[in-house]
C-alpha cells in the first residue's frame, strides 16, 4: 500500500517534499483514513523525493554509503517515518480499500454538489457511497475530457528510436504533444485534489497508456 505526503517534511538535514510517494508499513483500519491522531509508520525511499533541492540531504545522490567502512555494501536508501493518517494521502486503489465507503456528503463535495447516477450506494444504506464507485467515475470522466481537449500529435519514426514513446509504439499512433501534456497534468491534479479533500488519493492515467 502506498501513500503521498500532503506536507514538507524537515528531519534535521533531511526533507522529504509534499507528494513525495511512500510506502506503509502494516495495515492501518479502513475507518481511520485522514483521522486525528491515528499513528502511522510509513518508509520513503531517496529514489522517490524530488532532487534538486536547497536544504536538506542531496537527494540527487540516492544512495548514501556508510561512513564507518566496517561493511562495505551497506547504504541508506531511504527513510522510515512515524506520522499520521492526516498527513498522508491513502491509495484508494488498494485492494485493502476494496469494501471503503465514503459517507454522502464527502461524494456531494467531490463532484460539487450533483453525485452522479453510476457511483453507487453501498447496500442496504443510503448515506454512504464505495469508494472504488467514486473513484471508477473520476477516472472515467478524466479520460473522456483528456480525448475531447488535450493536444495529440502522430508518433513518428524519430519518437521511437528516441525512447520517446511507449513500448510497442508505431509511426503515425498518437501521443499527447508537449502542450498536451501540460493540459492533462494541470486537469490531473483537479481531479486529484477532488478526491483528497477525503484523505485519499489514486493515481489516475487519463485513459492513456504509460510506461
Excluded at 88 to 97: E, L, P, S, T
Excluded at 188 to 195: C, I, P
Aim: aromatic residues 10%; charged residues 25%.
Amino acid at each position: 500500500m502506498y501513500c503521498i505526503t500532503r506536507k514538507d517534511m524537515k528531519f534535521g538535514g533531511y526533507l522529504v517534499p509534499a507528494r513525495t510517494r511512500a510506502t506503509v508499513i502494516g495495515n492501518p483500519s479502513s475507518t481511520t483514513v485522514d483521522a486525528p491522531g491515528v499513528q502511522l509508520s510509513i518508509t520513503i525511499s531517496f529514489w522517490n523525493m524530488h532532487p534538486n533541492r536547497k536544504d536538506g540531504v542531496p537527494l540527487n545522490e540516492l544512495q548514501v554509503l556508510n561512513e564507518l567502512g566496517q561493511y562495505d555494501d551497506a547504504k541508506l536508501t531511504g527513510l522510515m517515518i512515524d506520522t499520521n493518517t492526516e498527513q498522508v494521502y491513502m491509495d484508494a486503489g488498494d485492494q485493502f480499500y476494496r469494501g471503503a465507503t465514503l459517507y454522502k456528503w464527502q461524494v456531494e463535495k467531490i463532484f460539487e454538489g450533483k453525485i452522479p447516477e453510476d457511483v453507487s450506494l453501498k447496500e442496504h444504506n443510503d448515506r454512504e457511497y464505495k469508494l472504488d464507485a467514486i473513484v471508477s467515475c473520476l477516472g472515467a470522466t478524466l479520460a473522456s475530457w483528456v480525448q475531447k481537449n488535450c493536444d495529440f500529435r502522430r508518433v513518428t519514426k524519430r519518437d521511437i528510436e528516441n525512447g520517446e514513446t511507449i513500448e510497442d509504439a508505431c509511426p503515425g499512433d498518437t501521443m499527447l504533444s508537449n502542450k498536451g501534456l501540460r493540459q492533462f497534468e494541470e486537469k490531473l491534479l483537479e481531479y486529484q485534489n477532488r478526491l483528497e479533500s477525503t484523505g485519499f488519493t489514486y493515481e489516475f492515467d487519463g485513459g492513456l497508456v504509460w510506461n
